[in-house]
């Protein structure tokens, strides 16, 4: 081949995209391992990069995973299990390894069954209902077999990794509760919608009223604060981002550390909930849409979910999905069928895989 032509395919070489590599000359690189996208989630610039990757991966992603999850850089094991939590349903083979790093009271420890209690281990449903002040837990066919009561005008819960429950009360905050209904912790926000327990021990909770969302740390100090929105939802995803649900704004965006806007979706009026999807879309219920519909980032309609009227959460299982709404929470099959339905006296806020 004469040198010229050798010149000329460097330098064509050098506009591709760096995954386009050749190297033996029968085509381009293989994509990346999970093992390899997990050792990436140790630098910085390729994180974000790499957690898309390992939840594409789905399963396969599950063993490197755990191997990270025990990285002597607590910041690292972090990403790893918050990785291994939004795979939800994918990531339940990891459970018994999660309950064995589980045990004692280390800072990785604690991280392992932070994750384990954000995993659908049970195949049950928490469902709030607001008017009652009651918190019920749902088994897969719908029969009440747990709950609590007095916890205010609760419209989010979870269990968390201690047993304790974590509610979002309209006009005391966000609240948590022993097993026997004792409150234990408090932080008292203004008409709070949703608040979520962190890896790190803070919780992430939302201030309709106060027209922001804020993380505290145990103590209730504020460590980070995004003002001029209306939220009725927000959750921390893995890439250290936020995605909030602004209803007064009627936007779906995410944000990072620094307050920037990644990208923002308009016009969404009434936004009740908004779920981050493995795939980077947002399963959204808006009070304005017959039905909950898949966005992607551009606003675009790929998918409806059909629902009642008066709904409020929508959460997408493998075999279809569990709704809420006023004085209702469902199942339905992935055709829409209903499968159960039960009734209760108040508004069924959000929804909790357990």
């Known amino acids: 081949m004469r040198r010229a032509d050798v010149l000329g395919l460097l330098l064509v070489g050098a506009t591709l995209p760096c995954q386009v590599i050749v190297t033996d000359g029968q085509g381009p690189a293989a994509a990346p391992t999970p093992a390899r996208l997990t050792r990436e989630l140790e630098l910085p610039e390729r994180r974000r990069a790499a957690i898309d990757g390992l939840l594409r991966a789905g399963t396969a992603a599950v063993e490197p995973l755990l191997v990270q999850a025990r990285h002597p850089d607590l910041a690292v094991a972090h990403v790893a299990l918050q990785v291994l939590a939004a795979l939800e349903h994918d990531a339940l083979p990891a459970v018994p390894k999660l309950q064995q790093m589980a045990v004692g009271d280390t800072p990785h420890a604690r991280a392992a069954a932070w994750c384990l209690a954000r995993l659908p281990v049970h195949g049950t449903f928490l469902v709030p209902s607001m008017e009652e002040g009651v918190v019920r837990e749902l088994d897969a066919e719908g029969k009440e077999i747990w709950k609590m009561e007095k916890v205010g005008k609760v419209w989010s819960a979870s269990r ?168 209702y929470a469902r199942r339905c099959a992935a055709d829409g069928s209903e499968r159960w339905k039960v009734t209760f006296g108040g508004w069924g806020g959000r929804i909790t895989l357990r």
């Open 160 to 327: 968390l990794a201690s047993g304790n429950l974590l509610v979002a009360d309209l006009e005391n905050g966000a609240c948590e509760y022993d097993k026997d209904g004792k409150q234990v912790w408090a932080w008292k926000g203004r008409v709070s919608y949703t608040a979520e327990r962190l890896i790190d021990g803070n919780t992430l909770c939302v201030e309709y009223s106060g027209s922001r969302v804020v993380e505290v740390d145990p103590a209730g100090k504020e460590v980070w604060v995004h003002e001029k929105v209306t939220p009725m939802s927000a959750t921390r995803l893995p890439y250290g981002t936020t995605l909030i649900g602004d209803y007064g704004n009627t936007t779906v965006s995410e944000v990072d550390r620094a307050g920037a806007m990644l990208w923002s979706i308009a016009e969404q009026q009434g936004v009740y909930s908004v779920r981050w999807l493995r795939d980077g879309t947002v399963l959204c219920r808006t009070s304005h849409a017959a039905n909950a519909r898949v966005l992607n980032q551009k606003g675009e309609t790929l998918r409806e979910v059909k629902t009642l009227d008066a709904g409020s959460d929508v959460v997408l299982l493998p075999d279809g999905s569990i709704q809420s709404g006023q004085n």
